[in-house]
């Protein structure tokens, strides 16, 4: 697999720490969180049924999607509880100033 390039998708100031959004990344959409002042990407769809989790809910460092309630750390990306069984990519942030980047994380 090749390298891929970092990509600037938002800004620090754009997210207060609890909270997150998502960005899309070529053709990825992607949850990024602000979790006590460290930003983390993972895939916005939760492996269950495709919820998008960015419209769930933010509890410290893991993510509840909003279909059935399936957790998720935002910092691995690991399926945390039921209904979910498969965890979700991660992707690499970079800061660069004030400028949040993320890329695929290479396997
Ligand atoms: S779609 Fe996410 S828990 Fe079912």
């Not at 059935?68 to 690991?78: I, M, N, Q, Y």
Request: hydrophobic share 40%; net charge negative; glycine share 6%.
């Amino acid at each position: 697999m090749t390298e891929q390039e970092f990509v600037q998708v938002a800004q620090t100031g754009d997210l207060s720490p609890g909270e997150m959004t998502m960005v899309k990344l070529n053709r990825d959409q992607v949850l990024l969180a602000n979790v006590a002042g460290t930003f983390y990407a993972i895939n916005n769809m939760c492996t269950h049924m495709m919820g998008r989790l960015a419209k769930g809910f933010l509890d410290d460092s893991e993510v509840i999607c909003p279909f059935h309630s399936a957790r998720f750390s935002v910092v691995t990306g690991e399926a945390l509880t039921t209904p979910a069984k498969d965890n979700v990519q991660t992707y690499e942030v970079k800061i660069s100033g004030e400028e949040i980047l993320i890329r695929q994380s290479v396997a």
